[in-house]
């Protein structure tokens, strides 16, 4: 098995200066506090997740989910201390479709905590995994109704490629070297520019 090395990708976002975001590859030891993600949503992040409403995460799903390699699968998440324990309020993985350069992505932020750069963080993160590990696109299918992926996804990549059929985005997201250097760069930065942001971060 190929093991990601965690302290690579480890990083913190602060937003507006008081609160503070820490990503690190997910573990199995995190499947409580991916429950305890999973039961926070609305039904309409859980319908956007996974197409259907779930009101429980399957124990196989959530397994997968927990147990990944770093590398054919990658997962990441951002943890928020609060009342004296961790919170995840963000996740971002993507699998490695078998014999392929392939892998299908998602990322998925608590109701709480969108719109303060979770998500392009997230985003950028697994972008600059996928190109490490000799990825060369990842792929998503994305309800035409979720109107904020899509504008995640353009606002982070000018190379994306989108056909609609029955109501559902195909969104295939190839990985360019150069753009993934300075999407890397400006996660870099992106927690200077998080600290600043106006009135649409709720948190």
Not at 12 to 36: C, K, M, N
Not at 169 to 182: A, G, K, S
Not at 195 to 203: I, K, Q, S
Request: proline share 3%.
């Amino acid at each position: 098995m190929c093991v990601y090395p965690p302290e690579e990708i480890e990083q913190t976002l602060s937003i507006r200066r008081q609160h503070t975001v820490v990503f690190r590859p997910i573990r199995s030891s995190d499947a409580s506090l991916l429950l305890e993600l999973f039961h926070s949503h609305s039904a309409e992040t859980i319908i956007n997740r996974y197409f259907t409403l779930l009101h429980e995460l399957p124990e196989e799903l959530l397994k997968r989910f927990v147990q990944v390699d770093y590398a054919n699968d990658m997962a990441l998440a951002g943890f928020v201390s609060a009342r004296g324990r961790q919170h995840m309020v963000a996740v971002g993985r993507y699998f490695r479709a078998l014999s392929t350069s392939s892998a299908e992505f998602a990322i998925t932020v608590h109701e709480e905590w969108r719109r303060c750069g979770l998500g392009s963080f997230l985003l950028r993160a697994l972008m600059k995994a996928a190109v490490e590990h000799g990825l060369t696109q990842l792929t998503a299918d994305v309800l035409a109704t979720n109107h904020a992926m899509m504008r995640l996804l353009r606002k982070n990549s000018n190379l994306l490629k989108v056909d609609l059929g029955g109501g559902v985005y195909h969104v295939v997201l190839p990985m360019d070297p150069i753009q993934t250097v300075r999407s890397a760069k400006r996660s870099k930065a992106t927690q200077a520019a998080v600290a600043g942001l106006g009135e649409d971060c709720p948190v």
